[in-house]
């Protein structure tokens, strides 16, 4: 009796931390990854809270983490610059519709069939699209309006951050896994940041992310076939959705 309440105890605080530790790290990455697919910060914050919740609620699998993803975010670029962020939720729909159907018919089994090179070169050039969709990040606006390489104190206050976040990852677990390599960067980075005065760069400082919760949208139809690609899926407002 007393092994098996042990046993609660120490799943509840490994859950707990886990769970602390997968909020913590949601927030900057839905946030980054907003920023690459060329959205507000508080639309990757929405994706990220919705995804986790529902995951949550009807998820197949213990363990399982979803959150927002590079290789989503670098596509949804070209959508979000031609159609407006109107169409990314439309698009979100039919790639989870696709990936029911795929799963349904067994698809799966074929990923098998894609040589190791391919997937290789597939993952290193995302990571480089990614990298580049990111370097505007490295500037700031100087005092005559135009944009700078980051240099001077907020570049090597961010090395150092980058650095010191790295080490605790890596050197961390070989003391302890009491609490998540992760989770003690997160927690130490920040109250170095917000406690010690750092000059570096934050989310506020690019973008506003205060507001609520999203409003609901209706989605607009056309009957006319001409039009059937000429207008959002979902809008906010209808208004935009009359044919010509």
């Known amino acids: ?32 990854f907003a920023f690459v697919a060329g959205v507000n910060p508080l ?64 698809f799966g089994k074929y990923i098998r ?15 480089i699209v990614i990298f580049l969709a990111q370097m505007q990040q490295f500037k700031v606006k100087g005092a005559d309006g135009v944009m700078h390489w980051l240099s001077g104190t907020p570049l ?15 050197f961390l677990p070989k003391i302890t896994r009491a609490i998540p390599a992760g989770l003690a960067a997160i927690i130490t980075i920040s109250m170095i940041v917000i406690f010690g005065g750092v000059d570096t760069k934050s989310v506020g400082d690019i973008a506003d992310i205060s507001g609520g919760f999203p409003g609901i949208s209706s989605a607009c139809r056309t009957l006319h076939p001409r039009n059937a690609l000429d207008y959002p899926a979902l809008c906010r407002d209808s208004r935009r959705c009359r044919p010509d």
């Open 1 to 32: 009796m007393f092994q098996l309440y042990y046993d609660h105890a120490a799943k509840a605080k490994d859950d707990v931390l886990s769970g602390l530790t997968v909020a913590f790290a949601l927030v900057p990455e839905a946030v980054a």
């Open 43 to 106: 639309v990757g914050l929405y994706g990220a809270f919705l995804m986790g919740l529902l995951t949550s609620l009807v998820g197949g699998r213990p363990g399982m983490i979803s959150g927002a993803t590079g290789s989503m975010a670098v596509v949804m670029v070209a959508l979000v610059s031609q159609h407006g962020v109107e169409y990314l939720f439309a698009c979100i729909i039919l790639t989870g519709l696709l990936q029911v159907a795929f799963g349904g018919l067994k």
């Open 113 to 127: 069939m894609v040589p190791y090179p391919v997937m290789l070169g597939f993952v290193n050039g995302l990571a």
């Open 156 to 170: 090597f206050s961010m090395l150092a951050l980058v650095a010191l976040t790295m080490a605790i990852m890596f």
